[in-house]
């Protein structure tokens, strides 16, 4: 833990990030980071914010304005955002918009609240059979399918979610088993782009998990889908091991997020 604290207050330094701050504001990076950089970095304000501690609350003022530029370029950005991009890879749409909505909700803030949920819902809400037997990708980390149930869940009343999953993945299973979606492998985790998989199985976990949070308890698919989210789960923490930088510097943030439901709970 100490050694932790100690990287991050090495990093998370006043003058760091206001440097960071004005690099993100600088001419010609008006996409840069964006979404997923940008959605990531307001995680981690939010559970700062939420960190009973000294140091947490340090860090978290110090963030301030890299924080308030990150919100600067999303609130410019989204209202002009014509379609949401729906690859599995870091410019996805549907998990971004997740991660903010989850940050706009614990900071308060309703107006920026209230078009993320627009925008969601003018995305996403009259979408019908996702293809899922098209994923995934060969560079995928993100499942396009599970990222947009994992968003509209945290959109729609209990009830109205179960419908609307009901027309959009009309192939998840009743049996009570995890067939219908398969861990994938990763055919080299040392090349960059291919330990992507390693991630997914991480993602489509945390995001099965997510979309059964968001059902009636009554729901007759959520054995299917946590026998899925613990198969998934299973795979993916197995994976977590250092052994390459390609996957190793990415992830164990993925292995947090998950093993700790912060998008569940946060």
């Known amino acids: ?18 440097q960071e701050a004005t690099y993100l504001r600088g001419e010609g990076r008006s996409s840069f980071e964006r979404p997923y950089g940008l959605a990531w970095l307001l995680q981690l304000v939010a559970e700062l914010r939420e960190w009973d501690d000294p140091q947490a609350r340090e860090m978290a003022n110090n963030l301030h304005p890299l924080e308030e530029a990150a919100l600067e370029r999303l609130k410019n950005w989204l209202p002009k955002l014509s379609n949401p991009v729906r690859i599995g890879e870091h410019d996805q749409t549907a998990f971004a918009l997740g991660l903010i909505l989850d940050y706009a909700h614990g900071n308060g803030d309703q107006k920026f609240t209230e078009l993320i949920v627009s925008r969601a819902n003018q995305f996403y809400l009259n979408d019908k059979n996702c293809p899922l037997a098209y994923e995934p990708s060969g560079e995928d980390f993100l499942s396009p399918c599970l990222a947009e149930a994992d968003l509209m869940r945290r959109v729609l009343p209990s009830q109205e979610f179960a419908g609307w999953l009901r027309t959009f993945m009309p192939q998840i299973s009743t049996s009570g088993t995890g067939k219908w979606l398969q861990p994938v492998v990763s055919p080299d985790p040392s090349d960059p782009k291919l330990a992507h998989l390693d991630g997914l199985n991480l993602s489509r976990a945390w995001m099965l998990q997510g979309i059964a949070a968001g059902l009636p308890k009554s729901d007759e698919r959520l054995a299917s889908i946590r026998a ?8 993916g923490l197995a994976t977590v091991t250092g052994e390459h930088y390609e996957g190793g510097h990415w992830l164990g943030s993925f292995a947090v997020y998950l093993v700790t439901k912060r998008g569940i709970s946060g």
């Open 1 to 18: 833990m100490q050694p932790a604290r100690e990287a991050l207050r090495q990093s998370l330094t006043a003058e760091n990030l206001v």
């Open 228 to 235: 899925t989210a613990e198969a998934h789960s299973k795979a």
